[in-house]
């Protein structure tokens, strides 16, 4: 179903009103598993809604793959966790063709799938694995197919990746290239937890009885409607252009670009960044019960879009600016818009 054909649909409230019912529920699920991430849950799931993947950069212990479970329990997807290492071969991730006697005694060749055919995978320290293997995930990413054994073979609808990468052990990794950091419509930062939160988690981890993130979605049906509602919600035409003037405003050439663009960027976001600043926006749209983007969701998923788009230069390496600080003066322009 595709958003236009929701949008026709006359029953588009009732869709919304369960929508916004059965979200509501599967958050809250999730957040009873994973304490003290609010926006880190938030994001995530924005981007889910919006049909893209997610890297997820944190150092370890901080829930990502509890974050990971919860979701695809709680929206009913099948799930499954690929732990990266220098050694694991495309074929280990794809699946690969086995030579077999069948029952007649002739030998034939049967194709036994990998764990990347699931709706929902995580793909745990990706930049621990060789671009060779990368490469092979990130075309899955892409393409929502694998070509493998002399066959084209579909993925499974909806298809999510999940990465994660440790931003401080950089030893023996193999980091992301920034044209293949682009397949992924967000980028989320998973913060380190403050005194409160970290007591909530060792309450909840350490007692007899560990919380449990219980069904609410449908499986891949219900999500799929989902994505489609998202993908119904409207952009008006003053508010797109702004998005694209805010795009090109990432590039240090444009005449409006701030001046920490202008000093510290190296190259801006591409075509894609307006793609996921637009998609994230009508999802933070839908989960607040609204079928227009506003500036204040453009405002809400710009750092998650566009972080990972945003190149930086030496000077801004030497000066400790990270991509974040940048697209703090984005962020400002973005509000006067609001205002005017």
């Keep these: 179903?595709?958003?236009?054909?929701?949008?026709?649909?006359?029953?588009?409230?009732?869709?919304?009103?369960?929508?916004?019912?059965?979200?509501?529920?599967?958050?809250?699920?999730?957040?009873?598993?994973?304490?003290?991430q609010a926006r880190v849950v938030s994001e995530v799931l924005w981007a889910l809604l919006a049909g893209g993947h997610v890297l997820l950069e944190g150092v370890p212990g901080l829930g990502k793959t509890a974050l990971v479970r919860a979701l695809g329990r709680v929206l009913g997807l099948h799930f499954s966790r690929i732990q990266f290492t220098p050694d694991l071969m495309p074929g280990d991730l794809l699946g690969t063709s086995i030579l077999e006697e069948r029952p007649d005694g002739r030998r034939g060749w049967r194709w036994e799938p990998g764990p990347i055919w699931a709706n929902l995978v995580l793909a745990d320290e990706v930049n621990r694995a060789t671009p060779k293997t990368q490469s092979a995930l990130l075309e899955a990413m892409a393409e929502r197919q694998v070509t493998a054994g002399g066959a084209t073979r579909p993925l499974p609808r909806p298809f999510f990746v999940l990465a994660t990468q440790n931003p401080i052990e950089m030893e023996g990794t193999y980091p992301l290239p920034e044209a293949q950091l682009d397949r992924f419509l967000f980028k989320v930062l998973v913060p380190y937890p403050d005194e409160a939160t970290l007591a909530d988690i060792a309450r909840l981890t350490t007692g007899l009885f560990e919380p449990v993130?219980?069904?609410?979605?449908?499986?891949?049906?219900?999500?799929?409607?989902?994505?489609?509602?998202?993908?119904?919600v409207v952009?008006?035409?003053?508010?797109?252009?702004?998005?694209?003037?805010?795009?090109?405003?990432?590039?240090p050439q444009h005449p409006e670009a701030p001046e920490a663009v202008r000093r510290f960027v190296r190259y801006?976001?591409?075509?894609?960044g307006l793609q996921a600043l637009l998609l994230g926006a009508k999802a933070r749209a839908l989960t607040a019960g609204r079928l227009n983007v506003s500036y204040q969701d453009l405002e809400a998923v710009l750092r998650p879009a566009l972080r990972h788009r945003v190149l930086l230069n030496f000077e801004a390496e030497a000066a400790g600016v990270d991509a974040d600080r940048v697209l703090d003066e984005l962020a400002a322009t973005l509000e006067a818009w609001s205002r005017a």
């Design 268 to 272: 801006g976001a591409s075509p894609r």
């Design 235 to 251: 952009v008006a035409d003053e508010v797109l252009q702004r998005a694209a003037r805010l795009v090109a405003m990432t590039h």
């Design 1 to 36: 179903m595709t958003g236009e054909e929701v949008l026709k649909d006359g029953t588009l409230e009732e869709r919304l009103e369960r929508f916004q019912e059965r979200f509501t529920l599967a958050r809250a699920a999730i957040e009873r598993v994973v304490v003290g």
């Design 213 to 232: 993130a219980e069904p609410v979605a449908g499986g891949d049906e219900e999500v799929l409607e989902w994505l489609a509602l998202t993908r119904g």
